[in-house]
Structures are given as C-alpha cells and as structure tokens.
C-alpha cells in the first residue's frame, strides 16, 4: 500500500488544515502546484508544493530513510528549482512516517564544499497527537504520533473518525487512517476498530489500487524495454533512459513495438522526438 500517496492526497486535499499545522498560517487563499518540478531521477509520488501568498510550501512524505538521490539533495535540487521558477519564499518540510533510527532521519541540511542548504523534518513518532487529533485532516497522522499507550491511542483515533459527520469525508479520512496505521498496527486490530467496508467503498482507496496497479504495470514494461533496447541498438545513454523512464504506460507499450524495428541510436532518438512534439 502507497503510504506516502496517502499522504500527498491528504495534503492537496486539506492543504489549509496542513499549511496551519506546519506553518501555523489560517488562509484559504492556496494553490496546489503541479509538479512539473518534478523530474527523473526524482520520484514526485509523495511530492505536494502548496502556493500561499508569497510563500510555497514544499512537502515530502517518507516511509523509508533511503532515496535516490539521497533526501538531503533532493532538497536542495527542489529548492533551486522552486526559487528559478517563483522567485518567493520557500518552506521546505520533509515527514517521516515510520520509526527508525537511521541517522538520514535526523538529517536537516545538505552540505558540499561551498553550499550549505538547511530544510525541516519531522519524525512523526515524536510528535504530540493532541493538535493531530483535534483535526480530521491530521486523524491519520495521529495513529503514528507519539504515545506510551498505542493501542489506546489507535481507539482515540477511531472515535474521531466515527464522528466525522460527511460520509464521503467519513469514508476517506477512514481509508487514510486504516492505510497509515498499517505502519504501526496489526491488521486485526485495525479491522476490530474500523469498519473494513468503508475502506473499501472510499475513493482514495480506490485511487491508490488503481496507481498501486499503473506503477506495476510501468515497471514491468520500463524493465523489459531496457533489456531489449541493447540488443537491438547497443548500450543506451542515460540521458536517453532517463527519457525512456519518463513516458507513460501506453507510449512504453507503443515503443516496445517500435523497437523491433530500431537498427541504430539514431531510430530511438527520432522515435522519442516524436512523443514530445
């Protein structure tokens, strides 16, 4: 399951209730970016930029310390960009969701020889839940925050959720909370607070089987094509697979039929001139 997606959807779908948890601002004045920022080699599923009036707010959901390139990079990569493209402030939280003790987590800054570039992280497991609580928003955090009783804590959670009054957004916060509590909870017991049904008549559940399903099938085509490609036209450069990694699942599928009939570098090249006209 797609922790940090569920994350990302619960940001661009309650971003006040997020920019006032993180920046402690009340606006409704707040646009969701597109992540056109968001190029290879960087993996933008987690990746949420929040536009309020002179100020983005970048986000960045992990599960996992490790990344490619490395989250203190990442950081400084999407700041630069943010900066050449808006010229504004900008705000940078990176949220890690499972507890580790791996030294990546409590990392807060990039540094090189002449650049120095600091960020903010939180280690949701050392956040207090009361103001998670308090927000419908946030109840999925919750299940993650800090607590000497978890268990009791997962209960909290549960009660709030059933008293959400909208059915959708009942549905929906449910499916997030079930999914992120999966991090820390047994499934049974989560079964035993929260009604399995409405998991799965939510739309975010759904949206996340559908993208869980599309990122499958892309990587299986991805790995396929890379093998082949070789064979008919030798090695390929980076720059041209970071292209390659960069077309969706049908066009990855148009050129696994193209390529049968590649003889050189030069027939990949044109083929992808023509997905970008």
Known sequence: ?????TCKYLAEQYPADFI??????ETSDIEILKTELSLEPIRADSVTFLQIINTILHLEFQTLPSSNPAMDF???????????EYGCQIEQVVIFLQQTTSEIVFRQEYVDTNTRHRYRVIRIWEQDPTPLLANPALLPLATLARSDSPNSLLEQVAAAVGMIEENDERQNISACTQILAGLRFNKNLIRQLFREEIMQESVIYQDILQKGEQRGKKQEALALILRQLPRRIGSV?????EQIRSLSV????????????FSSETDLINWLATQHS
């Open 1 to 5: 399951m797609s922790y940090d997606n």
């Open 20 to 25: 006032k948890w993180l920046l402690s601002t």
């Open 74 to 84: 990442r950081m400084l990569d999407y700041y630069t960009r943010l900066k050449r």
């Open 237 to 241: 450069s980076p720059q041209l697979q």
């Open 250 to 261: 049908p066009q990855l599928e148009d050129l696994g039929e193209a390529l049968l009939d």
